[in-house]
């Protein structure tokens, strides 16, 4: 709107003139200048210049919305950005359609809860034909920690979707759909997402997924300066991959114990510094994203996997569309099910909290167990 020509805004025709001879063409020129500096410049009253200037704003500026209708086209866009169901109703209903194309979405959470079970059932669904609700393409699965099972994904399309995979030659069909890379180390790895941005187009590609970038990092690069500085270029490139090829793209990311200086330096819950010790006395840890707070920055969407008491929980721990929700759940031979489709709504440390598996309670960000 700041390039908008002045000429087209409606002005009166020996003020326009006026603003042409002296090569203030566009609303940024004009707006650049004080009413007293336009005065001099033109050589016209301050009245025809706070008149013209008044207009000008008015052509350029945009309208005051209310928060209501802001809202609702936050709404709307997601719905109809593209997203692709999970089939988990609850968390589906949550996020406006399912896993939103165009950005980031994380699975976050301990070894064995259940966060590659999500991804095998993603590619499955995304390389479902339409009329099965699924998106009718490729997935590339890149498999960094040789995870991947074709045996436990069709067990998965079997008991999903029975008339389906029961119909001759289709299991190899969907199978042969999902594209495996599993790079041997981080090189490989930064080289096979370089080659992507072609084969995400040529290959009729809808999904990307990740599984999982935190394993080859932290492996190669421990915490230090050098790991910051390569995950900030995976960051952005993969950013631009989504948005590239506006297809949704799911990274699986690792948790490792955090020690109580380092919570005292990222503790972003509001509390202060003389708090967060006293809140973690007789903890020497607890669990934390792998990849950091920058990649926390960087994700759209993030879901994390862990159990409390016994159960099993997926977190919609950050969306710009949803409050915090916690869904408990189980893993079956489909896949992940949820036990309801409500949502628990969850405040304050609760929302960030990462439990492993096995422990008698949930360690949280304040340092309290909850049974």
């Not at 879901?303 to 977190?315: A, E, N, Q, T």
């Not at 759940?329 to 929302?351: C, K, Q, R």
Request: with cysteine.
């Amino acid at each position: 709107m700041a390039n908008k020509l002045i000429n087209q805004m409606g002005l009166p025709k020996s003020i326009a003139n006026v603003f042409a001879a002296r090569n203030i063409t566009t609303a940024k020129e004009a707006l650049s200048l004080t009413e007293f500096e336009l005065m001099e410049v033109l050589d016209v009253s301050l009245a025809d210049v706070t008149s013209a200037i008044a207009r000008i704003s008015e052509i350029t500026c945009p309208p005051y919305q209310t928060a209501l209708t802001l809202m609702e086209q936050r709404v709307q866009k997601e719905h109809m950005g593209g997203h692709l169901p999970t089939r988990l109703k609850g968390l589906d209903n949550a996020l406006c359609g399912g896993i939103p194309f165009g950005v980031l979405t994380e699975l976050v959470g301990p070894a064995g809860i259940g966060k590659t079970q999500l991804c095998l059932k993603l590619a499955l669904l995304a390389s479902l034909p339409t009329a099965y609700g699924g998106l009718g393409g490729r997935v590339i699965y890149i498999d960094v920690e040789s995870k991947f099972s074709s045996k436990r994904m069709i067990e998965m399309g079997l008991k999903s979707f029975p008339d389906l995979f029961h119909t001759k030659g289709m299991a190899q069909e969907m199978a042969g759909r999902i594209l495996v890379l599993q790079p041997a180390s981080l090189s490989e790895f930064t080289e096979s997402l370089q080659q992507l941005k072609i084969s995400l187009l040529q290959n009729q590609v809808k999904l990307l997924i990740i599984d999982s970038m935190a394993a080859l990092i932290s492996g190669e690069y421990g915490q230090g300066p050098a790991r910051q500085h390569l995950l900030g270029w995976h960051i952005s490139f993969i950013k631009s991959l989504a948005e590239f090829s506006r297809i949704p793209v799911v990274v699986t990311n690792q948790v490792r114990s955090q020690t109580r200086d380092e919570a005292c330096q990222y503790s972003f819950q509001g509390q202060s510094r003389e708090k967060a010790v006293e809140d973690h006395t007789g903890y020497d840890s607890h669990l934390v994203a792998a990849l950091g707070i920058h990649w926390a920055h960087a994700v759209t969407i993030r879901l994390v996997l862990d159990s409390k008491s016994g159960k099993r929980f997926i977190k919609l721990a950050k969306s710009p569309i949803s409050p915090p929700l916690a869904f408990p759940f189980n893993i079956t031979s489909s896949g992940i099910a949820l036990l309801n489709d409500d949502g628990i709504e969850l405040t304050g440390p609760e929302i960030n909290s990462i439990h492993c598996q096995g422990h008698s309670g949930i360690i949280n960000f304040d340092g309290e167990r909850f049974q």
